[in-house]
């Protein structure tokens, strides 16, 4: 709205900023919960280039963070890039972001925990300690189960942060069929995907698995990794995966599978939670429809740390999933169950409490199709008070709304 195209092409003037700084100003007055922004590489528009705030300077996000200080209950959160806060630099631009906020809580995005990584995950984590001591609010975000994205050529999200694809990846369809049949062109975006580069662990095409496809002469496939795939047809796993994925139309949907976590994993991933300076969180709430399942984390949670292999008190897991959100948002009687509250009740049967398996549900406008999980053990919910689940299914009832910051937080 300031900048139109130049917002994809420079940093902004001072004047600009300001401008922003009025428009976000208006956005919070009208009930906004806070300011988020992004330097991450994995956010590009829908012609591949860096969206606006990838162009922003320090001194942008510095001055938008301070228009928070009027207006109570907000709160921010920001992607410094792919890894997390792992320097001083980083640490200390967070830090700074939370004090020209006046101390506001900033979680940055987005934390996964395993056994193998948990002492790189501790060092993450340093970024709050950092901003504890000069009076900033720093958390890491953690989602309590992998990332298993599926991604697909078709959109190229995720796919065009490999460096130097996104010039491929988002060309017209055709276009981008014709470049990625090429044996050249293959070799180069090969040669380049197996890079020193952040996504590097994802060019092994080899360890893949194909999820879904549309072509039925690739039926066979659903369910394989690509490694067993190309030993099947005698050729180089990225082969195989682009000739699946041509003969789907490109829209394939491959990654790498959710492989079951380990006791291990798990008590390192309680660890973490239990530590001040990271939260439970990035459901991504469908956001990424066809691209991300971590929608069901709850119930996995419930099932699986807590029931399987008793790490966690049942109480203890809800508690960490919604009172200390609550408390540290500032949301007003919402997180706990007491007199007065927000009736926001779940009836669950713990020894059943799980998720089902997630599948590819064709039930949006033009027989698009999203990413979908039922759960077993969940019999009643309430929103308000009033159920709107009901021995297990969904009722009609519609009684939440939006939540203003000022009004609902503080």
Known sequence: MVMSDDA????????????????????????????????????????????????????????????????????????????????EESRQLLTDMSLAAGGRQLNWNVMQVTAGNVDECLLKLEAGTHAAERGATVVALTVPTLIAARLSFASGFVLDAIPGWADVMFLPREEKKRILADPAQRKRLDDLAQGDHPLRRLANWGALTIFDTVNPVNARFDGRTVAHIAAELGCDPF???????????????????????????????????????????????????DLLATFNYPTRVLAEPVRQHGLLELEEAVHLMTAVQADLYGLVDRGRLHVGAHADVLLIDESAVDSDPVTMRPD???????????????????????????????????????????????
């Open 364 to 410: 949006l406008p033009g027989g698009a199709a999203r990413l979908y999980a039922g759960a077993s053990g969940i019999d009643e919910v309430l929103v308000a008070g009033v159920a709107v689940v009901e021995a297990g299914t969904f009722t009609r009832a519609r009684p939440g709304r939006v939540l203003r910051s000022g009004t609902d937080s503080r």
């Open 8 to 87: 994809v092409q420079r940093e902004a003037t001072e004047a600009e900023v300001a401008a922003m700084a009025e428009l976000l100003r208006a956005g919070l007055a009208a009930g906004a919960m806070g300011f988020s922004s992004t330097w991450s590489t994995t956010h590009n528009d829908a012609e591949g280039r860096p969206v606006p705030s990838r162009h922003a300077a320090r001194s942008e996000l510095i001055q938008l963070c301070s228009v928070l200080v009027d207006f109570p209950g907000t709160g921010l959160e920001f992607l410094p890039g792919i890894g997390g806060p792992v320097d």
């Open 239 to 289: 082969d195989a995966l682009l000739d699946i994925a041509i003969a789907d139309d490109l829209q394939t949907s491959f990654g790498r599978a959710d492989v079951p976590a380990s006791r291990e994993d798990w008590e390192a991933r309680v660890g973490i939670w239990r530590d001040g300076r990271a939260v439970i969180g990035a459901s991504d709430a469908g956001a990424h429809l």
